[in-house]
Nanobody, 124 residues
Framework: QVQLVESGGGLVQAGGSLRLSCAAS????????MGWFRQAPGKEREFVAT????????YYAESVKGRFTISRDNAKSIVYLQMNSLKPEDSAVYYC?????????????????WGQGTRVTVSP
């Protein structure tokens, strides 16, 4: 069983930056695609970014493209989400998710493991 633990959320002013981390337990991290999703109050969970097992295949939601960067360190079993130029509409609980396969995916339903989430609040 893989466990995912997010960290790095917090309160930041618009235009600022945060880096989220997701630490994974288990031996399968290096062969697992990973993703970040977010859910704002009253809204459905939405895709943010995904990365395949090697980091060679990456996709972003249009709303974060050019501002957010997903990366991974397989030696440390950590996936990161660097968030720059943050906007109030980026405020949400951010979830890390993992798949039992190497291929990245934008679809939440295809993920097998989920973290507990970390809250990001961007003030105007």
């Amino acid at each position: 069983q893989v466990q995912l633990v997010e960290s790095g959320g917090g309160l930041v002013q618009a235009g600022g930056s945060l880096r989220l981390s997701c630490a994974a337990s288990g031996r399968t991290f290096s062969s697992s695609a990973m993703g970040w999703f977010r859910q704002a109050p009253g809204k459905e969970r939405e895709f943010v970014a995904t990365i395949n097992w090697s980091g060679g295949d990456i996709y972003y939601a249009e709303s974060v493209k050019g501002r957010f960067t997903i990366s991974r360190d397989n030696a440390k079993s950590i996936v990161y989400l660097q968030m720059n130029s943050l906007k109030p509409e980026d405020s949400a609980v951010y979830y890390c998710a993992g798949r039992r396969t190497i291929a990245a995916s934008v679809y939440a339903s295809l993920y097998d493991y989920w973290g507990q989430g970390t809250r990001v609040t961007v003030s105007p």
